[in-house]
């Protein structure tokens, strides 16, 4: 033997021993803050949790009452917001795998799509002020609505594209032997085989715009009343939460806790079942 | 000619008028289908031509008021009405550093175990906890930062770091001043929590491309599984890893509300990591609605433009250093 090898050997297995530490100490570390910020809000958020919270308006300082109005107003952004941009990003991400799938176009499509999908969403909210709030002259749902489908259409945009793009070529070739019309066989055939993906990439982008704060605070405002007229400013459950965990009110910071715990279980919830609806429609 | 269909196991003969007519309305179909396909594809780049635009235009008098010293000058006075991105753009860049600082080494190590060290039945659970964190809206991070995190800092962790640098030589002043509990090292580190996700992600994901021959050959002469990640998986996935950390930072520079809550909104530059500050994110967030003046809107407006070039360069190269690593594994 070499002499001083076994010590070069110790010395390599020391090290590499320290590294697995750390790794799996990393690992414990990111576990960690999930662990801590999902008990934080279960502990402050759980107690305020009652039926009143979905029953009552948002109540003034002092007083009792619940999230009836953000949480309706934030249903209605969402649906708007989603009723916008899912056929828009479904129409572009079509385009992408099935005609244009190696064409120009599609190349900077994809790009910009890419860049829109991580893009900060103030800048999103600034944009539709300046396009919707500053022309129309006042705050209005209607802008927060088209604000949150901005932030929709580049996910759906690229959900649509890799389902599409799995769908195997013998589907169309097969369609297209019997005769079908190309539009046909996308939306019978193409749509059906990857529609898990689609809804997958749905409720993903739902996830993303339930909590979504930054874009709302100059587009749909905040309203303290039971308003739900879009063209005017409307309640949010995330704008609240931020109005109210900022107020000096113990009771508003309460529901503000209670809210965070609200959208928080939402969102995991639909993260969860748009993983298992992926999962399994890969298995089949 | 005559056409035989079949509709619910009879079949039917059409005469031939009916069947060009038939053609003729799919042919239509299909061009009209195909141009609102692609009038669809070109909306997405419509919407990102009109953020460059609409930004550019709104933040066009306060960039002809201020030119090129928007940038340098730190003054942020809305009763004077002088203007100046400094303070704002430093503290986005410091935010952002110190998260890449600390996401980097833990998210690499992370996507380290979970190739490399995690039994196979956990990884998947596992990766699943750690990308949880991502579907975590902002607003909770900030919520959260303000009332349990800051507070913690505050009491246990600024105080010791206030005494264990204090004679130091230069990292004295970075650690300088009382604990406030916020400021931008709070900021900094709910940042990282929040980019954490990304980078791992994307790193386990490159590091599984690995070809298992060139890891197994590696393991074959004997070394150990810190040798093969240090010297044959990270060399082979640099390319990827860097999009995914630029990815990150792309976050972490746009991240509003969980900073906003946390960082004290002060316009000011100040040495020390422990002091309040502020970022563009932030400045929009706290004072659009309540800006008065055209030049201020603009000023804020001009904010965000910048904000939104920082972005997109860097989500550009991210996106062409992992255009790049497909295409070598594909």
Same mark, same amino acid.
């Given at each position: 033997m070499v002499p001083g090898s076994t010590k070069l050997y110790a010395a390599r297995r020391r090290r590499n021993t320290i590294s697995m530490a750390l790794s799996l100490a990393a690992t414990a570390f990111g576990l960690g803050w999930l662990v801590l910020i999902l008990g934080v809000l279960l502990y402050e958020g759980f107690g305020g949790l009652s039926l009143k919270v979905f029953t009552e308006m948002t109540p003034p300082p002092g007083a009792d009452g619940g999230l009836l109005n953000p949480i309706l107003g934030s249903l209605m952004l969402t649906a708007l917001a989603v009723a916008i941009g899912t056929p828009l990003g479904m129409l572009a991400g079509t385009y992408m795998a099935e005609?244009?799938?190696?064409d120009r176009l599609s190349t900077v499509v994809r790009f910009i799509n890419d860049i829109l999908l991580s893009a900060p969403s103030i800048v999103i909210g600034l944009f539709v002020y300046e396009i919707m709030v500053a022309p129309m002259g006042h705050f209005s749902g209607w802008a927060g609505a088209v604000a949150l489908a901005v932030i929709v259409v580049p996910v759906v945009v690229r959900t649509t594209e890799d389902m599409l793009r799995l769908v195997p070529d013998t589907l169309r070739e097969a369609a297209a032997s019997i005769g079908v019309p190309r539009s046909l066989m996308i939306t019978r055939i193409g749509y059906r085989a990857a529609k898990a993906g689609i809804i997958t990439g749905v409720l993903l982008a739902i996830a993303r715009i339930s909590g979504e704060t930054a874009p709302l605070l100059f587009t749909s405002l905040n309203n303290q009343?039971?308003?739900?007229?879009?063209n005017a400013p409307i309640a949010s459950l995330p704008v609240v939460i931020f109005q109210f965990a900022l107020s000096p009110y113990a009771d508003w910071q309460k529901l503000a806790w209670t809210g965070a715990l609200i959208i928080t279980f939402t969102v995991l919830a639909l993260s969860i079942v748009a993983r298992a609806l992926a999962a399994s429609g890969k298995q089949s | 000619m005559v056409d035989v269909a079949l509709y619910g196991g009879r079949a039917v003969t059409t005469d031939v008028p009916s069947r060009s007519r038939t053609l003729g309305r799919l042919r239509l179909n299909d061009i009209i289908f195909r141009n609102i396909t692609r009038g669809a594809a070109l909306a997405v780049l419509v919407i990102l031509g009109g953020v460059m635009i609409a930004l550019a235009a709104g933040a066009w008098p306060a960039l002809q008021a201020f030119g090129l010293n928007f940038l340098i000058e730190e003054r942020w006075n809305p009763v004077t009405e002088r203007f100046g991105a400094l303070a704002p753009i430093y503290g986005t860049v410091v935010t952002s550093l110190i998260a890449m600082l600390i996401a980097v080494p833990v998210g690499l190590m992370i996507a380290m175990f979970l190739t490399e060290l995690c039994p196979m039945k956990l990884r998947r659970p596992i990766g699943i906890a750690i990308e949880l964190l991502a579907g975590i809206p902002s607003i909770i991070y900030g919520i959260w930062g303000l009332f349990v995190f800051a507070p913690f800092l505050q009491q246990h962790v600024q105080p010791a770091l206030i005494a264990a640098f204090e004679n130091v030589p230069a990292l004295s002043s970075l650690f300088a !001043? #009382? #604990?406030?509990?916020?400021g931008v090292l709070t900021a900094g580190l709910i940042l990282a929590i929040m980019v954490l996700p990304f980078i791992t992600s994307i790193s386990r994901d490159v590091f599984d491309a690995v070809p298992p021959m060139l890891k197994e050959s590696a393991y074959g002469l004997g070394c150990t599984t810190w040798e093969v990640v240090r010297h044959v998986v990270l060399p082979y996935a640099r390319v990827g890893v860097i999009g995914g950390v630029m990815l990150g930072l792309g976050r972490a520079l746009g991240e509003t509300m969980a900073v906003t809550f946390v960082i !004290?909104?002060?316009h000011r530059i100040s040495a020390s990591l422990l002091a309040p500050g502020t970022t563009i994110s932030a400045t929009i967030a706290n004072e659009f609605t309540e800006a008065v003046g055209d030049l201020y809107t603009s000023s804020l407006i001009a904010l965000g433009l910048i904000l939104f070039v920082i972005t997109f360069i860097v989500l550009a190269l991210a996106r062409y250093m992992l255009l790049r690593i497909e295409r070598r594994i594909g």
């Open positions: 005609y244009g799938r190696h009343f039971d308003s739900f007229n879009l | !001043g #009382p #604990p406030y509990g916020i !004290g909104n002060a």
